[in-house]
Each structure stands twice: as C-alpha cells, then as structure tokens.
C-alpha cells in the first residue's frame, strides 16, 4: 500500500492579476500584425506580388518604357515600402475600428500607445522582408549597387522617414473615414503613386512644370533617394521633403485618427 506524503511546501493558489512585460506583449502584438497581413491575399498581393511582378517586367523590357534597368529595382523598394506602409496599414486599421477591434485592444494593458508601437514595429518586419526578399531577387536579375558614400545616411534616414509619413497619413485615412471608402481610396491613392508619384518613374521623367510638386510629394521624395543610392548621386532636398512630410503627417494623423467608428 503506498501512502501519499505531505508535500514540503504548501501551494499557493493566490491570483496573480499583473499584465506581462510590456516590451513582451508589444512584441507579440507586432508578430501578429506581421502574420495578419502575411495571411491576407490581398495585402499579399500588394506587399510582393505586385512588387515582384514589377521587378521581372522592369528587368525583360530593358527600359523600353522610360525606366533604366538598373533603376527598377530602387523603384520596387520604394513601391514595396509605400504600398505596406501607407495601403495596407489604412485597410487593416480601417476595418479594425469598424469591427471594434481597436477599441477593445486600447481597453486591454497594451493600451493606445502599445497598439500603435505594435502595428508599427509589425510594418517594419513585413518592410524590412520586403527590402531583403526584393533586394535579393534584384541582384540576382542584375541590378548594382554604386552608391557614394554621402547618400548612404540620406538612404537610411530617408526610408524610415518615409515609412513615418506613409504611416500616419495611413492613420489618418483610416480614422477619417469608413472602412469600405478607406479600401477604396486607398487602393486608388496606391495607383496614382505608382504611376505618378515619382515611385516607378523619376522626377526627371514628367513635364518640366510637374517635376517640383513631384518632387514635394514622400512617394517622389523616397523614389529619388533610392534611386540616387543605386546611382552614386546625393539628394539632400529629398531627405529635407520627408523631414517636412513627417511633422506634417504626424499632424494631421493626430488631428484625424479615432479609435471607434
């Protein structure tokens, strides 16, 4: 017959009601915004299909349409990081406020300014996979790199600011209006930089008079630091436009962003 023995040390069943590391759930958080749009078909398309698609297009027609080959791939990274970080963003965050969504994760200890640091670091990793995957496909297509040694800190300046700008004025999109308006002009918005933003066609490229509001624009201003990377050239103007764009955008995102519909 065995006999149970005490145990040594009595069990505490005491509830232990503190949040977890908060540098712990922001970094969970952030993972789930990076496999949510991982997960989407849609945000898939947009994030490396398209760009993907862009990249082999840009590399078989050999500038027949007014892109040189070695300036496809910068045009690409900068597609790649305006279509998640401004198109993506608004959708998700548009249809997370219709359904509730923020208004219940902001009531939770990760709180407002947890969820933002979450979906933003979450846009860096799906942006910085983007810039690997993309600038990997791209070497192997042929694109070099002869960037001088000024343009390095404008490029790694110039992204994240980028990356800043698109996502407030995604936010502010996203809180100023319903989710269906927000998929729709977002998709749109989306179209127009590609086409005339300054992502796949430089400044240089458009009618002498358009070429300052294309420039002034973040979609022109990114396109031309990246491009100015591959190249070996220094734009300083650039860099000055996005520092502007960024108080602008945050601004306005702090203006027009609500958590509830």
């Not at 490396?48 to 862009?54: D, K, N, S, T, Y």
């Not at 810039?131 to 300046?157: D, K, N, T, Y």
């Not at 999109?173 to 430089?202: D, H, K, Q």
């Amino acid at each position: 017959m065995i006999v149970d023995k005490p145990l040594d040390t009595p069990l505490d069943f005491t509830p232990d009601a503190a949040p977890a590391n908060r540098g712990a759930m922001i970094r969970n958080h952030a993972l789930t915004e990076a496999k949510l749009i991982l997960r989407n078909g849609e945000q898939l398309m947009i994030a490396l299909l398209i760009p993907l698609g862009l990249l082999f297009f840009g590399h078989f027609t050999d500038g027949r349409y007014g892109i040189t080959e070695n300036h496809v791939a910068p045009n690409v990274l900068a597609l790649a990081v305006w279509s998640s970080c401004f198109t993506s963003l608004a959708i998700a965050t548009a249809f997370e406020r219709r359904y509730g969504v923020l208004e219940r994760l902001s009531a939770t200890p990760l709180g407002h300014g947890g969820l933002l640091a979450g979906k933003a670091v979450g846009i860096t990793i799906i942006a910085t996979g983007q810039f690997l995957l993309l600038g990997a496909v791209g070497q192997l297509l042929g694109w070099r790199i002869e960037p001088s040694a000024l343009q390095w800190p404008v490029m790694l300046l110039g992204v994240p600011l980028a990356m800043f700008v698109f996502a407030n004025l995604a936010l502010a999109m996203a809180g100023l209006l319903r989710a269906e308006a927000t998929l729709a002009f977002a998709n749109i918005i989306y179209l127009v930089g590609l086409m005339a933003g300054g992502i796949m066609w430089p400044v240089s490229s458009f009618p002498t008079r358009l070429q300052p509001l294309i420039a002034g624009t973040p979609t022109g201003a990114l396109g031309e630091i990246l491009r100015h990377w591959t190249s070996g050239g220094v734009t300083w103007t650039s860099l000055l436009v996005l520092i502007v764009w960024a108080v602008v955008a945050h601004l306005i995102a702090r203006k027009a962003f609500r958590w509830t519909s």
